[in-house]
T-cell receptor, first 107, second 115 residues
Framework: RKEVEQDPGPFNVPEGATVAFNCTYSNSASQSFFWYRQDCRKEPKLLMSVYSSGNEDGRFTAQLNRASQYISLLIRDSKLSDSATYLCVVGNNDMRFGAGTRLTVKP | NAGVMQNPRHLVRRRGQEARLRCSPMKGHSHVYWYRQLPEEGLKFMVYLQKENIIDESGMPKERFSAEFPKEGPSILRIQQVVRGDSAAYFC?????????????FGPGTRLTVT
């Protein structure tokens, strides 16, 4: 079992749609959680940290469920510019990256 | 405030040559991390360094790979006697606080191609 697992997608959605990504992790001692986005052939960019209480940043909402060991990212009112690969990242003694979920938002 | 800088952006080496990848962290950051991303795969942690110290190299291949972060100058990831399987994107990240509980900021990467 991979340490961080994500649905690879691709998710193809129309503009304005709401889309949700899930990520599961295997190490129950993991302490930090992040979502990054990575555009094709570019570096990962931090989207948001994920806190136990959940957090929201504009159209983006992240949730953490420690008991079930999963993290989610919800994107509301999706834009064309949201098209990217979304990486789930879990930190403990090192940083473990999921392979990413590819999102394409279409007009 | 300049971000993380990496050079070269693209590097082509023949099998058996050496590759040197450089990374300058963001201003005020003293913690540097190197990652490798193979085509169509996720990022894999390689090594974590602080100035003049290797903190964690658990992700580094045991042979041919080395990293340093001298007191002055950029961090260097060195790959000796490159093989085709070393072809990948190598990303450097930095953070103001050490460890893996804090956000890391990535450079644009070096794409290494071994012919």
């Amino acid at each position: 079992r991979k340490e961080v697992e994500q649905d690879p997608g691709p998710f193809n959605v129309p503009e304005g749609a709401t889309v949700a990504f899930n990520c599961t992790y295997s190490n129950s001692a993991s302490q930090s959680f992040f979502w990054y986005r990575q555009d094709c052939r570019k570096e990962p960019k931090l989207l948001m940290s994920v806190y136990s209480s959940g957090n929201e940043d504009g159209r983006f909402t992240a949730q953490l469920n420690r008991a079930s060991q999963y993290i989610s990212l919800l994107i509301r009112d999706s834009k064309l510019s949201d098209s990217a690969t979304y990486l789930c990242v879990v930190g403990n003694n090192d940083m473990r990256f999921g392979a990413g979920t590819r999102l394409t938002v279409k007009p | 405030n300049a971000g993380v800088m990496q050079n070269p952006r693209h590097l082509v080496r023949r099998r058996g040559q050496e590759a040197r990848l450089r990374c300058s962290p963001m201003k005020g950051h003293s913690h540097v991390y190197w990652y490798r991303q193979l085509p169509e795969e996720g990022l894999k942690f390689m090594v974590y360094l602080q100035k003049e110290n290797i903190i964690d190299e658990s992700g580094m291949p045991k042979e041919r790979f080395s990293a340093e972060f001298p007191k002055e100058g950029p961090s260097i990831l060195r790959i000796q006697q490159v093989v085709r399987g070393d072809s990948a994107a190598y990303f450097c990240a930095s953070s103001p606080v050490g460890g893996f509980s804090y956000e890391q900021y990535f450079g644009p990467g070096t794409r290494l191609t071994v012919t």
